[in-house]
């Protein structure tokens, strides 16, 4: 997180931060904080609930807080923004009963979605035909995967999925629980690349790979 903090390379020069949540492993208010101070052309985009701490906590930052907008979620559309040559798209999808973003973002031809962490069983997702999008990169949580693999295939039909939430030591009631239903991380992995042969597993910090 440092180095993603300070604008090492390759975290130099990052156009746009999208936050889907407020959930701790997806937004964390003192290193959004520190991000911006060191990222002064990096927009920031987010669910009001997020952007409420992050505005409060920059009072008197003008600068800062210029570059700070809140993801518009409509229920039956996606809205969506340029912002530098890239196109931003936003909407929602349940995650408990909190507000969670969905992006759609549009960048040197390339479609990408990212759809926080999205309830089972994605009702409601027909409506943003994504299908229709021809999404490169989709980024979705696994339970997405192994519990609800026809509504990603035919709602979304990305070119290429990235399953996230790769859980690789379960320490908590929930994390175990969910290990426990999908018979152990092997056999999560072996379901998703049966499921989804064109996914691209990330199994290392920091792993690269290109489409």
């Known amino acids: 997180m440092d180095e993603i903090e300070r604008g090492k390379p390759p975290f130099a020069n990052i156009d746009a931060l999208l936050i889907s949540h407020v959930h701790a492993d997806h937004f964390n208010l003192p290193s959004t904080v520190r991000f911006l101070k060191t990222h002064p052309a990096t927009i920031v985009v987010a669910p009001d609930q997020v ?10 930052d003008s600068q800062a807080l210029s570059r700070i907008h809140t993801a518009t979620l409509e229920q ?21 009963n909190i507000e969670n973003a969905a992006y759609l973002v549009v960048l040197d031809r390339r479609t990408v979605l990212h759809i926080g962490d999205a309830d089972l069983p994605m009702k409601g997702l027909a409506q943003f035909g994504l299908s229709h999008r021809r999404i490169d990169l989709a980024f ?3 339970w997405q995967l192994t519990d609800n693999p026809k509504r990603v295939q035919t709602l979304i039909a990305a070119k290429v999925v990235i ?7 379960p320490t ?7 290990m426990e239903h999908v018979g152990g991380r092997e056999r999560m992995l072996r379901q998703i690349r049966i499921c989804f042969p064109n996914a691209a597993i990330f199994l290392a910090p920091l792993e690269t790979k290109s489409f």
Request: no cysteine.
């Open 172 to 178: 908590t009631d929930t994390s175990k629980g969910f």
């Open 51 to 60: 952007s409420k701490q992050i505005h409060k906590a920059l009072t008197g």
């Open 76 to 96: 039956n559309s996606i809205t969506t923004r340029d912002e530098g040559g890239v196109r931003i798209g936003s909407f929602p999808l349940t995650h408990g």
């Open 163 to 169: 399953p996230m939430h790769l859980i690789t030591n």
């Open 140 to 142: 979705v949580p696994f």
